[in-house]
C-alpha cells in the first residue's frame, strides 16, 4: 500500500527497478509490479506538490505578500513538482491504485483546500481596508478634529501618570507637564508612529524631572536640603572621612568634591569654599 509522505521518494530505487526490468529474468513480472508502484507512489507525490505550490502560491499573493521566507519555500515547493512531474512523465501510469489516491487529493481540493483558499482571499479583503482606512484617515479627518483628539491624549497622559521622581507636587506638574506637551513641536507630527510618540512623552518626563532638580542627580546624597532656600547639608560619609583625616590636601580635596557636587551658582561655590579653606 501506497502511503503519502512529506520527504523525498527513492528515485533510485525507481531507476534500479527499471533498470532490473530491462535486463529481464526469472522474477522480471515482480519487478514490473514494483516498478508499476513506485512509478504510481512518484505521480501521487507529484499531484502531492502540486497542491501544496497552489496552497503556498495564494498564500504569497495574499496573506504573506513580501514575506521572503514564504516565496522560498513556494521555490522550494515548485522545484519538487517540477521534478517530480518531470520523472512521472516519462510513461504513462498502469496501477489501479493510483487513480484512486488522485481522486482522494481531489476531494481534498474541493472541500477543504477550497476553503483554505477562500479565508486566503477573506484576508486579503479584510487587510485592503484596512490599509485603506489607514492611508486615507489623515487626509478624511478634519484638522481641528485631529488636534482635539491630540489634547485629549496628552490630558489623559497628564491625568493618568503620577512622576514620583519630580520635586515639584505632582498636582502642579502633572499641569505643568501638559502645558508644554500641548506645545511640543514633536507631538504635532501627524505622521510619526504610535511608538515615537511613545518615545517623545517618555524622553519629555524625563527632561522635566532632571530641570526640577537643576540637572543634578537626585540620587547625590550632598544635594539641597530645601530647593527654595538653597540651604546645604555638607557632608556624606566620604566627604566627611576626607575632611577629617587631618591632611591639608584630602580635607582641600573634601571641599572640592562637596562644591562639585552641591553649588547652586559660582558666588555661593566661591563663599562656601572661602568657609572650608
Known amino acids: 500500500m501506497m502511503g503519502l509522505t512529506t520527504g523525498d521518494p527513492s528515485f533510485n530505487n525507481l531507476i534500479l527497478v527499471e533498470a532490473a526490468v530491462q535486463k529481464g529474468g526469472e522474477h522480471v513480472e515482480k519487478l514490473k509490479a514494483i516498478q508499476r508502484k513506485l512509478h504510481a507512489y512518484l505521480g501521487v507525490q507529484a499531484k502531492y506538490f502540486e497542491i501544496k505550490a497552489d496552497i503556498r502560491f495564494e498564500y504569497c499573493r495574499k496573506v504573506a505578500k513580501?514575506?521572503?521566507a514564504a516565496k522560498a519555500e513556494l521555490k522550494n515547493l515548485v522545484n519538487h513538482r517540477d521534478r517530480y512531474f518531470a520523472s512521472f512523465s516519462?510513461?504513462?501510469?498502469e496501477d489501479d491504485e493510483y487513480e484512486v489516491y488522485i481522486n482522494i487529493l481531489g476531494e481534498m481540493v474541493n472541500t477543504k483546500i477550497r476553503?483554505?483558499?477562500d479565508d486566503f482571499t477573506d484576508y486579503e479583503k479584510i487587510h485592503n481596508e484596512r490599509e485603506r482606512i489607514y492611508h486615507h484617515y489623515m487626509a478624511e479627518q478634519k484638522s481641528e478634529a485631529l488636534d482635539t483628539f491630540r489634547e485629549e491624549i496628552l490630558q489623559h497622559l497628564a491625568g493618568s501618570i503620577v512622576v514620583k521622581e519630580h520635586r515639584v507636587r505632582y498636582q502642579k506638574e502633572q499641569f505643568n507637564r501638559f502645558l508644554v506637551s500641548s506645545q511640543f513641536k514633536t507631538f504635532k507630527n501627524k505622521n510619526q508612529s504610535l511608538k515615537d510618540f511613545c518615545k517623545s512623552y517618555a524622553h519629555l518626563i524625563e527632561s522635566l524631572v532632571e530641570e526640577s532638580h537643576n540637572q543634578l542627580?537626585?540620587?547625590?546624597?550632598?544635594?539641597?536640603?530645601d530647593y527654595t532656600e538653597?540651604?546645604?547639608r555638607p557632608f556624606n560619609a566620604t566627604i566627611f572621612y576626607y575632611f577629617f583625616t587631618g591632611e591639608r590636601s584630602t580635607r582641600t580635596m573634601a571641599s572640592w568634591l562637596l562644591s562639585a557636587a552641591r553649588y547652586p551658582n559660582d558666588r555661593v561655590r566661591r563663599a562656601y569654599m572661602r568657609f572650608f579653606a
Open 217 to 225: 542627580s537626585p540620587k547625590i546624597e550632598a544635594n539641597y536640603d
Open 230 to 232: 538653597r540651604t546645604l
Open 90 to 93: 516519462r510513461y504513462p501510469v
Open 115 to 117: 476553503s483554505i483558499m
Open 66 to 68: 513580501g514575506d521572503l
